[in-house]
């Protein structure tokens, strides 16, 4: 069965440092999403991709965070500087729209 | 960011009983779905519902698309230990970016 693919499972890093995280969607998806969830919350979404295109960044931190899919297939998204409040669920997920999205098992972040 | 709002916010319930929690959003969205997320996981697709007034089994579970097409609500049938878990709403608009927007969650404790 097809999966989203994400690493790594979990990432410890020191405020200041630089963290990425990396994405594989299902084979044929055009739409990835990067989302964060924060314990006890439900997933907020940082960053939307239709291909190699961002669609939607209204939520995503630009002053620390970027996201690229340069080949429209798997993604990157950068912390740099990470801060303590970082510190949360990354999740990725994809889609053929406008069909349900599937998600990743995440990243989880500490950042100490 | 924007999320829904889901009710209850938690369950307590005996192994055995049925379960229903419902998801309400101020907008208008032509799909809904519902996740299931266990602890340091990523969500798991349960139910996907695409037409108002629509209603949808997936085994125990039964999910409903409300006439208003602003609120969902899914049932739980005969709960076992394994339904365990913090239970997602999704909302999806089919224009624009056909971004999701999730509900708060609902955390479902089963006693045996």
């Known amino acids: 069965e097809a999966e989203v693919a994400q690493s790594p499972r979990y990432k410890i890093t020191e405020k200041s440092q630089a963290v990425a995280f990396w994405c594989d969607p299902i084979s044929g998806h055009a739409t990835l999403y990067w989302y964060r969830q924060i314990l006890g919350q439900g997933p907020e979404l940082l960053v939307q991709?239709?291909?190699?295109?961002?669609?939607?960044d209204s939520q995503l931190p630009k002053d620390r965070f970027s996201a690229e899919r340069l080949k429209g297939v798997d993604s990157t998204l950068k912390i740099q500087p990470a801060e303590l409040g970082d510190s949360a669920m990354y999740l990725c997920?994809?889609?053929?729209?406008?069909?349900?999205?599937?998600f990743g098992q995440g990243t989880r972040l500490t950042v100490v | 960011g924007q999320q829904l709002n889901q009710s209850p916010q938690s369950m307590f319930i005996q192994e055995g009983e049925d379960v229903s929690m419902n998801c309400t959003s101020s907008s208008i969205f032509n799909t809904w779905l519902w996740y299931k997320q266990d602890p340091g996981e990523g969500p798991v697709l349960l139910i996907a519902?695409?037409?108002?007034?629509e209603l949808t089994s997936n085994g125990r579970l039964t999910a409903q698309f409300g006439i208003t097409r602003k609120d969902s609500f899914l049932n739980i049938s005969a709960s076992i230990p394994s339904d365990v878990g913090i239970y997602f709403c999704?909302?999806?608009?089919?224009?624009?970016?056909?971004?999701?927007?999730f509900g708060t969650g609902t955390r479902l404790k089963v006693l045996a």
């Open positions: 999704a909302g999806q608009r089919t224009s624009g970016t056909y971004k999701y927007i």
């Open positions: 519902l695409y037409k108002a007034g």
């Open positions: 997920a994809s889609s053929h729209p406008p069909s349900e999205a599937f």
């Open positions: 991709f239709q291909d190699e295109s961002v669609v939607d």
